[in-house]
């Protein structure tokens, strides 16, 4: 990939969208979701190796990166992030995209294909389910924990604390299975100064429960209403590692193609040539049932 990347600013009613473009101004255009608690840094090192007539615009979650945080008392939902997207597709006037998603931005994806089918021709889910469902018996009790964490952080300190580089560099890297170098990638974006060092630069509410769910018979009416063509990537050594063979049949019997790489829950982002061959060759083969249909 040689086209310079640019920087993606989205304005929206509480702030700003930003985000990262790759790729030509008038190519074909990927959105790249990242992952909960990550920034569209996660996708550095995985976009120069994917088809280069695409246009690759990976943005920050509100509340990650360098995004702007909800404004007070307003939750974060996977609903939420879908009408954010769908904000920047306006602003970029894209009315037919691919998507590549990460973990929660694989949910993202999944739920925005599923409301807006007509928009989404291939959908890329990096270790990660289409929708995210809720169990009916547990929605009652996440639904309260999350009003409740919600009250309790408006009645607590907000002053986020302090690290230098290095504190911050190493917390990161006991939280999450990734490599030095990935873990500096994401602190590009990921930290701001502050008074007496860095702090992470994502809003802390994002912690919190999601106080809106999905239960199994919606998860499968809104994914009837999907349209897009699927390709699911798990990780020998990801989230899914406990029960990957009723994974990949799981995935099987809805008609996705899906593939297992060694890797853990970033490899993406880790070991980004572990990954690149199956998206380029599946994006490919959507570009050429585009040109074919000119």
């Known amino acids: 990939m040689t086209t310079p990347v640019a920087e993606l600013?989205?304005?929206?009613?509480?702030?700003?969208?930003?985000?990262?473009?790759?790729?030509?101004?008038?190519?074909?255009?990927?959105?790249c979701l990242h992952g909960w608690a990550d920034n569209c840094g996660s996708f550095n090192t995985l976009v120069p190796l994917l088809p280069i007539e695409c246009r690759y615009v990976a943005i920050d979650l509100a509340g990650h990166g360098l995004s702007s945080h909800h404004?007070?008392?307003?939750?974060?939902?996977?609903?939420?992030?879908?009408?954010?997207?769908?904000?920047v597709l306006e602003s970029l006037r894209v009315t037919k995209l691919s998507i590549i998603g990460h973990s929660m931005g694989g949910?993202?994806?999944?739920?925005?294909?599923?409301?807006?089918?007509?928009?989404?021709?291939a959908l890329v889910l990096l270790d990660a389910e289409q929708l995210l469902v809720t169990k009916a018996k547990h929605t009652a009790s996440k639904m309260?924990?999350?009003?409740?964490?919600?009250?309790?952080?408006?009645?607590?300190s907000k002053k986020k604390k302090a690290y230098t580089y290095e504190q911050?560099?190493?917390?990161?890297?006991?939280?999450?299975?990734?490599?030095?170098?990935?873990?500096?990638?994401?602190?590009?974006?990921?930290?701001v100064a502050v008074e007496g060092g860095f702090a992470f630069s994502?809003?802390?509410?994002?912690?919190?429960?999601?106080?809106?769910?999905?239960?199994?018979e919606q998860s499968l009416e809104m994914y009837s209403k999907t349209q897009a063509s699927v390709l699911v990537i798990l990780a020998e050594q990801g989230f899914f590692?406990?029960?990957?063979?009723?994974?990949?049949?799981?995935?099987?019997?809805?008609?996705?193609?899906?593939?297992?790489?060694?890797?853990?829950?970033?490899?993406?982002?880790?070991?980004p040539q572990h990954v690149a061959p199956y998206i380029s060759k599946f994006?490919?083969?959507?570009?050429?049932?585009?040109?074919a249909r000119l």
Request: aromatic share 8%; net charge positive.
């Open 202 to 216: 994502r809003d802390f509410r994002i912690n919190f429960k999601h106080v809106v769910h999905v239960s199994l």
């Open 71 to 87: 404004p007070p008392g307003v939750f974060y939902t996977l609903l939420s992030h879908v009408a954010d997207v769908r904000r």
């Open 283 to 291: 994006l490919q083969t959507k570009l050429s049932s585009l040109s």
């Open 107 to 121: 949910h993202i994806a999944g739920l925005f294909s599923a409301l807006f089918p007509e928009m989404v021709e």
């Open 144 to 156: 309260r924990q999350g009003i409740d964490e919600m009250i309790q952080f408006e009645k607590s």
């Open 168 to 191: 911050a560099l190493e917390r990161l890297l006991a939280a999450i299975p990734i490599t030095k170098h990935s873990a500096q990638t994401l602190l590009e974006r990921g930290l």
């Open 9 to 31: 600013f989205v304005p929206v009613s509480w702030g700003e969208i930003r985000g990262r473009v790759w790729g030509p101004r008038h190519g074909y255009t990927v959105l």
């Open 241 to 271: 590692k406990n029960s990957l063979a009723s994974t990949i049949q799981h995935f099987q019997e809805k008609n996705c193609m899906c593939v297992t790489v060694q890797g853990d829950h970033h490899v993406h982002l880790n070991n």
